[in-house]
């Protein structure tokens, strides 16, 4: 039984993984705790955003930059200008990429957005 106290508190502590039931140290032991609630944020508002970012003629931009304003957390689009993220509500996503003019996106409960860049000037 001592293991699985470990266990738990590796993932807790170092990976981020909620446990149930909540565990709590104790001196030198982990026990049972009903009423401090959860040791890992809540998830709730983390969303997966998908979409696909297009020029001002339709075509697809590959290697657009899409970045969680505010962090180092992004992605790029693909050939086809496809991009998956995963980002909070209430995140603000920058799309941008040298020729096009940069564009943010406030998350909301949409888990779709499609932009259109129009070309530098």
């Known amino acids: 039984m001592k293991n699985y106290y470990v266990i738990i508190a590796f993932l807790v502590l170092f990976i981020g993984i909620e446990a149930s039931p ?6 030198n032991k982990f026990e049972k705790r009903a009423d ?3 040791i890992v944020g809540n998830n709730a508002d983390r969303v997966t955003i998908t979409g696909r970012v297009l020029d001002s003629m339709g075509q697809p931009v590959a290697g657009c930059s899409v970045v969680i304003k505010g ?3 992004g992605t790029i689009t693909d050939l086809d200008g ?9 995140d ?3 799309f941008s990429i040298i020729g096009f003019t940069s564009q943010e996106v406030l998350i ?4 779709v957005i499609n932009i259109t ?3 530098d000037e």
């Open 22 to 27: 909540v565990m709590a140290l104790s001196g």
């Open 36 to 38: 401090i609630g959860t």
């Open 71 to 73: 962090t180092t957390t």
């Open 82 to 90: 496809y991009f998956t993220i995963e980002a909070e509500i209430g």
């Open 92 to 94: 603000t996503l920058v």
């Open 108 to 111: 909301t409960s949409s888990t």
């Open 117 to 119: 860049l129009a070309f």
